[in-house]
């Protein structure tokens, strides 16, 4: 309730009490971590970083009555970097780069409408590939998501927790649960340029999922289509990944599976892992994950282990601390703080507290 107070004070001072007939929260994820990285062929690197189990953000979201069964929804989020100056990175050169970081910024924002018939909204969201990917385990986004880190090959990947996993300039409609079954459909302007641009011009994005949850089981599948229409040297990308956990009380397993195809050279990239979340007495969770990633292309598989501990000290806080280890069969691998040598290995190390409000 102070919570509710408090959001509709902020937005009584921001739009002269034009929300003071919705219902808005204030929420938040305020995730501090301590992190080493080591890598083959490199020197070892601590630091202090924002977002080790969940990226650091504040929103508001809210709801209005319209009657007859209709709502009014929204949701603005923005993610924050806590350990530093908004608007300055850290780089290699320096602490004052003057450049916003990656994970600040607008994450999910959206207006619309909800009633018996589903749910209808645009603006920046997350897409059900986001959804996808961050239901891969139970450290799915954070800097232990082996899953993540033997990420495809670059360009367009939407099936990712994680920045890509948003769209701008998005539609989304959700369905009602149909017995547990939820299907929801995203477009997305991948690319929104100017008329006078000659090519790359008209990229969009298709996303359609399928969603089940009943009991102990929760399925997910999902496809992606990338259409790059009037563009040069490039073509279709199509994405589909299935997943799916089980509660089975002593441990909830989860295993997943996704494919990327692009059409301008035929090469098709996939992907699987499994996870367990072990509950260890009242309030602990270990977590457990492995992955593996095979490319057509150039052969540059890689594969990834996590081992985790999670400790509730509260509904809202939580301590943290785990052990990450990438193989990469060249140099990639999204999430390392530290670039391994050819064919060389990367790992972490981390603890943190994450506090949500």
């Not at 749910?119 to 998501?145: E, K, L």
């Not at 992955?291 to 990834?304: L, P, Q, R």
Request: net charge positive; proline share 2%.
């Amino acid at each position: 309730m102070q919570k509710k107070l408090i959001a509709m004070a902020v937005a009584g001072l921001a739009s002269g009490g034009a929300l003071a007939q919705s219902n808005v929260t204030v929420y938040g994820i305020v995730d501090m971590a301590y992190v080493r990285g080591s890598a083959d062929g490199a020197d070892s690197r601590s630091r202090i970083d924002s977002g080790g189990m969940s990226g650091s953000r504040l929103g508001f979201k809210g709801v209005e009555d319209l009657g007859n069964g209709l709502k009014a929804v929204f949701q603005l989020e923005y993610g924050v970097e806590v350990d530093q100056q908004m608007g300055l990175g850290q780089t290699a050169a320096g602490p004052a780069s003057n450049t916003v970081t990656s994970t600040t910024g607008n994450r999910n924002s959206f207006v619309g409408l909800a009633g018996g018939f589903g749910t209808v909204a645009a603006g920046r969201m997350q897409t059900a590939g986001y959804d996808f990917a961050c239901a891969t385990s139970p450290v799915a986004g954070g800097i232990f998501d082996a899953y993540n880190k033997v990420g495809l090959s670059s360009g367009v990947q939407l099936l990712q927790c994680g920045g890509q996993g948003r769209a701008n300039n998005a539609f989304a409609y959700i369905s009602p649960s149909f017995g547990g079954l939820t299907l929801a459909y995203n477009h997305s302007r991948v690319t929104e340029y100017p008329a006078v641009v000659a090519t790359g011009d008209d990229a969009y994005a298709n996303l359609f999922t399928a969603k089940y949850a009943a009991g102990p089981l929760a399925l997910n599948g999902t496809y992606s289509k990338v259409s790059m229409k009037n563009t040069s040297g490039s073509d279709d990308v199509k994405e589909m990944g299935v997943n799916g956990s089980f509660n089975m009380g002593v441990a909830t397993l989860y295993a997943s599976y996704q494919t990327r195809k692009d059409d301008a050279s035929g090469d098709k990239d996939k992907k699987w892992g499994v996870a367990a979340g072990i509950p260890v007495g009242p309030a602990g969770t270990v977590a457990v994950q492995y992955a593996k990633s095979n490319m057509d292309a150039d052969e540059k598989d890689s594969k990834g282990w996590t081992v985790a501990y999670l400790h509730g000290l509260s509904k809202r806080t939580t301590l943290y601390a785990g052990y990450n280890r990438v193989t990469n069969d060249d140099l990639v691998d999204r999430a390392a703080m530290i670039t391994p040598k050819l064919g060389g290995k990367s790992s972490m190390f981390g603890a943190g507290v994450r506090h949500t409000f």
